[in-house]
């Protein structure tokens, strides 16, 4: 691929071409000459694009304005930076009617050939940047979609195996049940059991990646509301428990409020895991606020940690209990702070071992976010 | 008018998946026929009554289809767009049981004119559950009437109800 950078030159008399010919030779650039503004035209309207065009006022037939005019009402040359070249005598008129057209820029006719240089080397160089903005936008718009299909076939294909693991012991139970010893009983609960678990790893590595992929929809979300819907959902795991909710009132932060829900989902369900064995479970939930941030916690009196793992903990599938004390896959953690990193947040958490611990996390105060 | 006799065909690439499907119908304990084919293009020409499948006393024409998304030769959307396409099929009630939750293909199923689409659970029992749900719906319903070849009788409608959209 040619990676020079093309220029048109317009001017509808051939030794000003050449003056501007000469003045602009760069091995760099691809200098395109047209002799009218209608040849300059056909040169644009084609697939090349040019990081800037030179455009004499004064020609014949098609002017440098009505050239310009018309370059402007086509969305593929609208962008297309234009530098005028004007006489001396007319210098204020054409100003101002070359920028109400859309000039970036004018100069006297005959150029200056250091102005000139200094002045297409500054539309050269946006040229190069935006071209290799463009190109990467490309290759990520192309890494995503191919992750996107990756976890399309991953949960297709991947998971049949398991599920048919579990069919067929299932069968061979079935079949075989007056012969059946303990012990092969035993082992067939543990073929299936280690299936239904792999497939729930998948499921949770599949919802991770999904958190990485999906655009952030930011919109005011209620804290408080959120809070109170997950609560409800939660509901149904603290039946027959005593759990006692602390709830401050909350802030409203800019940010995916189902995102956001999924994390008071998860931090809500670790608290109300780990204090399993406390009666009563106390589990508190607040809010600070500084100038550029807010700051959630999730206090609860349960199993606690030793600090020495805290970083861990928000690994993807890393726990720091047996899945026989408490059950899981070990990616909760892992998606929120995920979502957080992608609010523009940090996540930590405060821990002792038999004591309790405290999640926190923190979201950009929506006034001072400007992303 | 409801089926004397119920036959299911199931549309299944895996021979795994199409002896648990298999199992888990003849779990329901209900009395239905089941014809096991492999592909879209299989489907296609059991219901057109081809080769091997022109012989009815053998391959009843089904009283619904179960089938997956994903096969070569002739996929579950292209056997939605064949029954679609094909007036007297059309009115088989067709089960999508994918392995894909992928919304796109879900919503794409049904705007293709699948009756119901389930996801391939991962535990047997749930598929035995959801067999057995959807034989005992389809059981129920009211279906036109068709003769051993699938065709419609074909019937006056004047003066009924659905005049206004002939067929």
């Known amino acids: ?371 | 008018m409801k089926r004397p006799c119920f036959t299911i065909l199931v549309v299944e690439d895996n021979p795994e998946d199409r002896l648990l499907i298999q199992r888990a119908i003849e779990g329901t304990g209900v009395p239905a026929e089941i014809r096991l084919v492999t592909s879209g293009e299989e489907a296609i020409a059991y219901l057109k009554g081809e080769g091997q499948f022109a012989n009815r006393a053998q391959y009843q024409y089904p009283s619904f289809l179960i089938t997956d998304l994903k096969m070569p030769h002739g996929d579950g959307f292209s056997l939605l767009a064949f029954l679609k396409s094909t007036p007297q099929s059309a009115i088989i009630p067709t089960v999508i049981l994918s392995a894909s939750g992928d919304l796109d293909d879900i919503k794409k199923a049904y705007i293709m004119g699948a009756s119901a689409y389930f996801i391939k659970p991962m535990q047997h029992v749930e598929l035995e559950r959801i067999m057995k749900s959807l034989i005992d719906f389809w059981m129920l319903c009211e279906v036109p009437q068709v003769d051993e070849a699938g065709k419609r009788y074909s019937t006056e409608s004047c003066g009924k109800l659905g005049e206004r959209f002939p067929q």
Request: charged share 25%; with cysteine; net charge negative.
């Open chain 1, 1 to 371: 691929m040619d990676s020079r950078v093309n220029i048109l030159l317009v001017d509808d008399r051939a030794e000003n071409l050449l003056a501007l010919g000469s003045i602009l030779e760069n091995p760099e650039y691809h200098l395109v000459k047209a002799h009218s503004g209608r040849e300059a035209l056909r040169w644009l309207l084609q697939d090349e694009e040019f990081a800037v065009v030179i455009l004499d006022i004064r020609m014949t037939d098609l002017d440098g304005f009505e050239t310009a005019a018309i370059l402007r009402e086509r969305e593929k040359t609208r962008q297309t930076p234009i530098i005028f070249l004007t006489a001396y005598s007319q210098e204020r008129e054409h100003v101002l009617r070359g920028y109400s057209l859309g000039a970036v820029d004018y100069l006297f006719n005959p150029p200056e050939p250091e102005i000139l240089r200094a002045k297409v080397s500054v539309f050269v160089e946006l040229f190069k940047k935006s071209r290799e903005l463009k190109r990467q936008t490309e290759l990520l718009a192309a890494a995503k979609q191919e992750l996107e299909s990756f976890c399309y076939s991953v949960s297709h294909d991947l998971r049949a195996p398991l599920r048919h693991i579990d069919g067929f012991v299932g069968m061979l139970r079935h079949e075989n049940e007056a012969i059946l010893s303990d012990s092969c009983e035993h082992y067939l609960d543990t073929i299936t059991e280690s299936a239904v678990r792999m497939d729930r790893l998948i499921n949770g590595l599949l919802a991770f990646s999904r958190m990485s992929r999906v655009d952030l929809q930011r919109r005011p979300v209620g804290m408080d509301d959120l809070v109170k819907e997950v609560l409800r959902e939660l509901a149904r795991e603290t039946a027959g428990r005593h759990v006692t909710w602390e709830v401050t009132p909350l802030p409203n932060v800019l940010g995916d409020r189902s995102l956001l829900s999924q994390v008071w989902s998860n931090l809500l369900a670790n608290a109300v895991k780990y204090t399993r064995s406390r009666d009563p479970a106390t589990i508190r939930i607040g809010s600070r606020q500084t100038n550029q941030e807010y700051e959630f916690h999730v206090r609860d009196n349960g199993t606690g940690f030793d600090m020495r793992y805290a970083d861990r903990l928000f690994g993807v599938f890393q726990r720091l209990h047996r899945t026989e004390e408490f059950e899981g896959t070990g990616i909760g953690l892992a998606c929120v702070r995920r979502i957080i990193e992608r609010h523009g947040g940090r996540t930590w958490a405060h821990g002792q071992v038999n004591a309790g611990a405290t999640f926190y996390f923190t979201l950009p105060n929506s006034q001072s976010e400007s992303h």
